[in-house]
């Protein structure tokens, strides 16, 4: 191998190495003409998630599938964040796509998470918030607008999206 390819396989691997390659997840801001968040979510215990019933407290929703391994990977993390956190202020609900909701629930209950869980068994909920990559996280500020969205795995006991959800106003 001559000198200039050596360096860049050496660029390279020590990106890949680093991490610094390819980032675990995307976080964009949510388009401003679409920022309201306008859907009634009713959870497997029947508890209905309105923008009235949200208003004034943080939210985190999290579009997850039993047979994405990143999202059963982060699930863990977001239930320690949640657990975490004052539920006065801050509010975290998962919305499993395209799953009948036993087998959903089945899972939550093996990993002893205690989560909303709200079914999204056609994949209606994703749609109408442009969820396309699991999993992907919306960030909702007190007023009821989406200010964030997250598409990929993160580690939610981390400082970063701490401070992410600090930032909600």
Partial sequence: MNRPMRFIWLCITTLLGSGLAFAQYEKTPWPASSAKFQWSLKDTQSQVWSPESLRGKKVVVNFWATWCAPCKEE???LQIFSDLQDPTQTVVITVNVKEHPSRALRFMQSQQ?????????????????GVKVFPTT????????IKWRI????????PEPQSWVNSLR
Avoid: R, S
Wanted: glycine fraction near 12%; avoid cysteine.
């Fill in 75 to 77: 699930l863990p993390t």
């Fill in 151 to 158: 598409v990929g795995e993160v580690d939610w006991t981390g």
């Fill in 138 to 145: 919306l960030l909702i500020d007190k007023t009821g607008q």
């Fill in 113 to 129: 998470m205690t989560l909303p869980l709200v079914p999204d068994p056609q994949g209606e909920l994703a749609q109408k918030f």
